[in-house]
């Protein structure tokens, strides 16, 4: 009853928001909204009291919410309210594009949406999505979603924060998920950091805010996720629980999360299903000293991986006789997507073409790779003109992504001293994935600050995980780089002064990339030479 005393006067005046706001009718689109809030209040209220206590004993007379309470509650809400404020902000503050003057962040999803409510008003069935003649959505599955929900929903009117609803929700409910994997693989330390990670990196955020594929991705992933840890341990390893065993309904619920959200990420797109059961597959073989080899687990892996491979590659194919093989379309497609991206980086930059005239073509790959992790550069936010909202937001990315980076930079570090064998092993196959994809995101966005950062939070998942394992064992070197990346901010801030401004001091690019390795490595060889001959590291 206290549940519904204060979720349905939020739901009706956040639901006369968002009908007032759109275009429709106002009645029929509050109507809507009220009832949709209603259930994803309902619905996330369920999940995260089956993820974790509600309540922990405070020092008082009375009890307070359980920590990881306030996180589930806040991902929904910053997500719908961020969602709700760039639709408004950006037409009002725009910089001519026609994504923005429609109140969308990304001009994929502008396309997608668009094409989304066509399809939805047209008599063409949903299923059709997924034919090729639907240019907009290269697997068709967020498109089908989109225009099943206009279609259903909201037939009267396009509203485009009725997507950006069901993605807040299902990256909001991934928090459950994550959390109990968490806890259950580690501690609730490293839970609690991770869940933390997630909800708030603002890249997080924003792709939540959005009609982006990613939010429905992670919210999948870490279904999966739970799913894989909880059935894994329950059917490879040892346990003292035979009990536990024995629970055909838990262990049919966790064979079902790792199922669904396998199957849902191939749906939307098959690359995140594709690097979920390699992470997996690295995850069982890296800790298999004391499981048992399942046949019909791997039966069941091998057949998604080749399924998976095989929609990648039809989604990929743009030639409607193909005449490779699915392996064959999907590095053609790669090594192409790379180069045109790396075209379009030199093209759109005349500093990029000066230092690209000036150094090899193998070196050129490099470059982007670094120049990639660095995106969205945080001085850049701050100096390179741009509209209002545009500079808030890429202020507020950049943030985020220079907040995580010391962390993952330093996760290493705190991996090498960890005293269990299995346990290092599992950190370092993580640790390893997630940086082998920010590579892999630096190339294929070719350092645009836009899908180079989208593609990497698409593994925010893991990348939350490996941050959370070292904030939780952090010591000294973290704060070494920390100095390394203040200085990094400190020196490119100078650079981008002068280059948009005259102020300061010009530094050619060579120099002061050598001067920030320089300084980086006399920072590290200190530091290195403190811990062994002055005050050994705990």
Known sequence: MKFLLRAIPSSLALGALLAAIQPGNFLRGWLLFSFLLLLSFYVLRT?????????????????????????????????????????????????????????????????????????????????????????????????????????????????????????????????AFLWKAAVRQWDEKVALAACIIYALYPESILLGASQMREPFLMGFMCMALYGFVTWRARTFLATTDESDKKDFTSFIFHLSSLTLGLLGMLLISPVAAL??????????????????????????????????????????????????????????????????????????????????????????????????????????????????????????????????????????VATRRLAPEAGRRLWTWLLASAWLWIIIASLRGGADQWDNPRYRAMLIVFESLVAAFAWVHRDRWLTRWVFIEVIFLAIFTQWYAFRYYHVGIEISFGIMVALIFALAALILGAGWWRDKHRNPPP
């Open 47 to 175: 999940t995260f009291s089956w993820a974790t206590l509600p309540f922990i004993p405070s020092t008082g007379s009375g009890q307070r919410f359980h920590p990881s309470s306030f996180i589930f509650v806040s991902a929904f809400i910053l997500r719908l309210a961020l969602g709700i404020t760039l639709y408004i902000a950006l037409p009002l503050n725009t910089n001519g594009a026609d994504d923005h003057r429609a109140g969308y962040v990304f001009f994929d999803a502008y396309r997608r949406d668009t094409q989304a409510w066509e399809l939805a008003i047209s008599n063409s069935p949903i299923l059709s999505s997924f034919d090729k003649t639907h240019y907009t959505d290269q697997y068709g599955g967020l498109l089908a979603l989109s225009a099943a929900g206009y279609r259903y929903l909201s037939p009267d009117a396009h509203r485009p924060l009725l997507p950006v609803l069901f993605g807040a929700l299902t990256a909001s409910l991934g928090l």
């Open 275 to 412: 690097l979920t059961l390699v992470i997996f597959a690295g995850w069982a073989w890296v800790t298999r000293e004391h499981a048992r080899t399942s046949w019909i687990a791997l039966s069941a892996a091998l057949a998604l991986f080749l399924l998976g491979i095989y929609l990648l590659a039809w989604g990929l194919q743009r030639d409607p006789t193909p005449s490779t093989s699915p392996v064959g379309v999907i590095l053609n497609f790669a090594r192409d997507a790379v180069k045109w991206d790396v075209h379009q980086l030199e093209r759109g930059s005349g500093w990029v073409q000066k230092l690209f005239s000036e150094m090899p073509d193998w070196l050129r790959p490099l470059f982007v790779i670094i120049y990639g992790i660095t995106q969205p550069v945080l001085p850049a936010a701050f100096i390179e003109p741009t509209t209002l909202t545009l500079r808030l937001l890429g202020i507020f990315r950049a943030l985020g992504w220079y907040a995580l980076v010391p962390l993952l930079f330093f996760a290493p």
